[in-house]
């Protein structure tokens, strides 16, 4: 009897913990070795961690799973049915929520997304590039208020950073982005 349970908590808790390694490997950071793609046509590809490409389909293929059996096994009880409408909640945020690739091109920046419309933004609609230090983000907005951000699972923030001073240098601060940029050519 007491080696059931014990076998019941291990399976649990490594239920529990497929969700929680396929998240930490879909949002870790990128590889520093990892580098932007330059293209044929001098346009420059920022994609998201290479792992996440691997491990996000297994996510949602689990969340799936959970979210379908919460929704079949639904108890009639008001916590059961807030269990199964969080299951299908979460299933359905970090489904949208996958990194788009980001291009750099000779009229602007774009956000290529999986499941949603692409952004768009021009180099002379661009009104804020917000560099976040301590989260490793950038985040460009333009006129219309579309934001592309660069996280942490984006390749080479560096060469973005020096791709908007090539393309905003004269309406970018004297000291941005106010850490080390390399130069590409």
Same mark, same amino acid.
């Given at each position: 009897?007491?080696?059931?349970h014990?076998?019941?908590?291990?399976r649990?808790?490594?239920?529990?913990?497929i969700p929680g390694i396929?998240?930490?490997?879909?949002?870790g950071?990128?590889?520093?070795?990892?580098?932007a793609?330059v293209l044929?046509?001098?346009?420059v590809?920022?994609?998201?961690n290479k792992?996440a490409?691997?491990t996000?389909?297994?996510?949602m293929?689990?969340?799936?799973? =959970? &979210?379908v059996?919460?929704?079949?096994? #639904?108890p009639?009880?008001?916590?059961?049915l807030i !269990? =199964? &409408?969080?299951?299908v909640?979460i299933? #359905?945020?970090?489904?949208?929520?996958?990194?788009? !690739?980001i291009i750099v091109?000779?009229?602007?920046?774009?956000?290529?997304?999986?499941?949603?419309?692409?952004k768009?933004?021009?180099w002379?609609?661009?009104?804020?590039?917000n560099?976040g230090?301590?989260?490793?983000t950038?985040?460009?907005t333009?006129?219309?208020?579309t934001?592309?951000?660069?996280?942490q699972?984006?390749?080479d923030r560096?060469?973005?950073?020096s791709?908007?001073r090539?393309?905003?240098g004269?309406?970018?601060?004297?000291?941005f982005?106010?850490?080390?940029?390399i130069v590409?050519?």
């Open positions: 009897m007491i080696g059931t014990f076998l019941r908590i291990a649990e808790l490594s239920i529990s913990a396929l998240l930490y490997s879909v949002w950071a990128a590889s520093k070795d990892q580098k793609e044929q046509d001098g346009t590809e920022f994609l998201p792992l490409f691997w996000w389909p297994l996510l293929a689990y969340l799936t799973y =959970a &979210a059996r919460e929704l079949m096994h #639904v009639r009880s008001p916590l059961g !269990t =199964a &409408a969080l299951v909640t299933t #359905v945020a970090i489904a949208a929520s996958f990194p788009a !690739t091109a000779t009229n602007g920046l774009e956000q290529v997304s999986w499941l949603w419309k692409n768009r933004i021009g002379s609609e661009i009104v804020e590039i560099t230090e301590k989260s490793r950038v985040t460009i333009g006129a219309d208020g934001k592309i951000v660069h996280a699972q984006f390749a560096p060469r973005l950073l791709e908007l090539h393309h905003c004269d309406r970018l601060p004297q000291d982005p106010r850490e080390p940029v590409h050519k």
